[in-house]
């Protein structure tokens, strides 16, 4: 067992592996990370899966059989399958945590990111295919994308609300899932049976602001970098604090979670540090908190394993400096909104260009399985 690993996740920090491939899974690795290093999830995306299909062997049994199939049929067949496989290695995990971990998220099409009745259609349709109650269907919280995260969690799908940038549309994430529960009671489904996620995003924020602040060029800009996606990150937590105590979006939680509903826990995703100057535990040590998710790219996983630390919760009582430190990054000209609106943009077009390097990986597979 790591012990680095054991003691974030003591400290209430679900560990979720950020890859995936049928090789990890054959091959018992993903049981192990269960079993050795406190992985108690998994989240995929179309980079992941095109990396795997790519890697190795084993995929051509399958890609032989499909032969002849719509590249798109392929890839549903494909990640479904993987998906249904990780979610039976994780079955224990989501007995024992009555459901609240054990999970894997497979991704709506990124082209489907701005329709909103194309969404929900593909959530139903992947949910059915992977017939696992412990998988989570991930939607981007785009405009389109919000009425739709309330009709799959009214239709009582459990969901990854994924590319989360600014607390604004953080705020009507939450409203929809809130919606989405009562919308749920209504219906009569079983409101404990229906879990979500909310991912938002960490690194990508730091390498916009950091950017921005290096073209600032003074000082007191550069003093800045590093900071303001844990910063954006606290008071995001500090958002979901007040929603789950009833101060915040008409105090409606309390009534749901009378009801049985659970709340849909903050996770933090791109947590993968891209600046070499910083350390590459930054978004895993000072977002320690209890109740909320940290999704890992394997290499970021690795470092906290050798030489992380679990320095006590690094959120609750900060919220105060990072209320400052953005205040600050204002101050020196930084408009944290158009920053957030700029990663919106690209995320959904890398969304779409990941989607378009899965479609062209299975495509030139299947060819050269016949």
Same mark, same amino acid.
């Given at each position: 067992?790591?012990?680095?690993?054991?003691?974030?996740?003591?400290?209430?920090?679900?560990?979720?592996?950020?890859?995936?491939?049928?090789?990890?899974?054959?091959? *018992?690795?993903? !049981?192990?990370?269960?079993?050795?290093?406190?992985?108690?999830?998994?989240?995929?995306?179309?980079?992941?899966?095109?990396? !795997?299909?790519?890697?190795?062997?084993?995929?051509?049994?399958?890609?032989?059989?499909?032969?002849?199939?719509?590249?798109?049929?392929?890839?549903?067949?494909?990640?479904?399958?993987?998906?249904?496989?990780?979610?039976?290695?994780?079955?224990?995990?989501?007995?024992?945590?009555?459901?609240?971990?054990? =999970?894997?998220?497979?991704?709506?099409?990124? &082209?489907?990111?701005?329709?909103?009745?194309?969404?929900?259609?593909?959530?139903?349709?992947?949910?059915?295919?992977?017939? =696992?109650?412990?998988?989570?269907?991930?939607?981007? +919280?785009?405009?389109?994308?919000?009425?739709?995260?309330?009709?799959?969690?009214?239709?009582?799908?459990?969901?990854?609300?994924?590319?989360?940038?600014?607390?604004?549309?953080?705020?009507?994430?939450?409203?929809?899932?809130?919606?989405?529960?009562?919308?749920?009671?209504?219906?009569?489904?079983?409101?404990?049976?229906?879990?979500?996620?909310?991912?938002?995003?960490?690194?990508?924020?730091?390498?916009?602001?950091?950017?921005?602040?290096?073209?600032?060029?003074?000082?007191?800009?550069?003093?800045?970098?590093?900071?303001?996606?844990?910063?954006?990150?606290?008071?995001?937590?500090?958002?979901?604090?007040?929603?789950?105590?009833?101060?915040?979006?008409?105090?409606?939680?309390?009534?749901?979670?009378?009801?049985?509903?659970?709340?849909?826990?903050?996770?933090?995703?791109?947590?993968?540090?891209?600046?070499?100057?910083?350390?590459?535990?930054?978004?895993?040590?000072?977002?320690?908190?209890?109740?909320?998710?940290?999704?890992?790219?394997?290499?970021?996983?690795?470092?906290?394993?050798?030489? &992380?630390?679990? #320095?006590?919760? =690094?959120?609750?009582?900060?919220?105060?400096?990072?209320?400052?430190?953005? +205040?600050?990054? #204002?101050?020196?000209?930084?408009?944290?909104?158009?920053?957030?609106?700029?990663? #919106?943009?690209? *995320?959904?077009?890398?969304?779409?260009?990941?989607?378009?390097?899965?479609?062209?990986?299975?495509? #030139?597979?299947?060819?050269?399985?016949?």
């Amino acid at each position: 067992m790591s012990e680095r690993l054991q003691q974030l996740a003591e400290a209430g920090v679900s560990i979720w592996l950020d890859d995936l491939s049928r090789e990890r899974i054959a091959s *018992g690795d993903l !049981a192990r990370q269960v079993a050795e290093r406190s992985v108690t999830g998994v989240t995929t995306n179309p980079t992941i899966f095109a990396t !795997a299909v790519s890697t190795g062997d084993s995929y051509e049994p399958q890609l032989t059989e499909l032969k002849g199939s719509e590249v798109s049929d392929a890839i549903t067949a494909i990640t479904t399958d993987d998906v249904r496989a990780a979610c039976d290695v994780l079955g224990p995990v989501a007995t024992r945590t009555d459901g609240v971990d054990g =999970r894997v998220s497979i991704e709506v099409e990124p &082209g489907l990111a701005m329709d909103t009745d194309g969404t929900v259609a593909q959530a139903k349709d992947l949910r059915a295919r992977v017939g =696992r109650p412990n998988v989570l269907i991930k939607i981007p +919280a785009t405009e389109p994308g919000l009425p739709a995260i309330r009709s799959v969690i009214a239709a009582g799908i459990s969901v990854n609300v994924t590319l989360i940038f600014s607390l604004q549309r953080y705020r009507a994430v939450l409203d929809a899932y809130l919606s989405g529960l009562e919308d749920a009671a209504d219906a009569g489904h079983e409101l404990s049976d229906i879990h979500s996620v909310a991912s938002f995003f960490v690194s990508r924020v730091d390498s916009e602001v950091d950017k921005r602040l290096d073209a600032i060029g003074t000082d007191e800009a550069k003093a800045l970098k590093g900071k303001a996606a844990v910063a954006n990150a606290r008071l995001a937590h500090a958002l979901f604090r007040r929603v789950v105590s009833g101060e915040e979006l008409d105090g409606r939680w309390p009534a749901l979670a009378a009801k049985g509903a659970r709340p849909q826990r903050p996770l933090w995703a791109s947590t993968g540090v891209k600046d070499p100057n910083l350390p590459d535990t930054l978004y895993v040590t000072e977002l320690v908190t209890s109740d909320t998710v940290n999704t890992m790219p394997e290499k970021t996983m690795d470092a906290f394993a050798d030489h &992380g630390e679990v #320095e006590g919760d =690094r959120v609750v009582d900060l919220v105060a400096e990072a209320e400052a430190t953005m +205040a600050d990054l #204002e101050r020196v000209g930084i408009d944290i909104d158009d920053v957030t609106r700029v990663l #919106e943009e690209e *995320g959904v077009k890398k969304f779409a260009d990941s989607w378009d390097e899965l479609v062209s990986t299975v495509q #030139e597979a299947i060819s050269a399985a016949a």
